[in-house]
């Protein structure tokens, strides 16, 4: 099992900026990617910005430019700086991760993916 803990949701103001951070820790042998994805009520969760051994990394446009996605490989966190806040990023924020593990003397391995229990972002006008 892995586990997820983000921190550093809150209130800010438009154009403000928070940080939030999250860490993963639990059983595997690597991480594929990490990010973040949001939610308000009534809508489906959306990407923010994701970082992928695979494909490398993402923005969501409507936040492109003004956040940041950025990794601690040693310490298996991903952080998001965002910045020039707009009431439009209220939202919970959750944490992602896809882990690799292997699962047999061979060398096969096996992905799943987890979530954080999310942060709450408002953004006031």
């Known amino acids: 099992q892995v586990q997820l803990v983000e921190s550093g949701g809150g209130l800010v103001h438009s154009g403000g900026s928070l940080r939030l951070s999250c860490v993963a820790s639990g059983r595997f042998d690597s991480i594929r990617a990490m990010g973040w994805y949001r939610q308000v009520p009534g809508k489906e969760r959306e990407l923010v910005a994701i970082?992928?051994?695979?494909?490398?990394?993402t923005y969501a446009d409507s936040v492109n430019g003004r956040f940041t996605i950025s990794r601690d490989f040693a310490q298996n966190t991903v952080s998001l700086q965002m910045n020039s806040l707009k009431p439009g990023d209220t939202a919970v924020y959750f944490c992602?991760?896809?882990?690799?593990?292997?699962?047999?003397?061979?060398?096969?391995?096996?992905?799943?993916?987890?979530w954080g229990k999310g942060t709450l972002v408002t953004v006031s006008s």
């Open positions: 992602y991760t896809e882990v690799q593990r292997v699962v047999n003397v061979e060398g096969a391995t096996v992905r799943r993916e987890y």
């Open positions: 970082m992928s051994r695979d494909t490398g990394t």
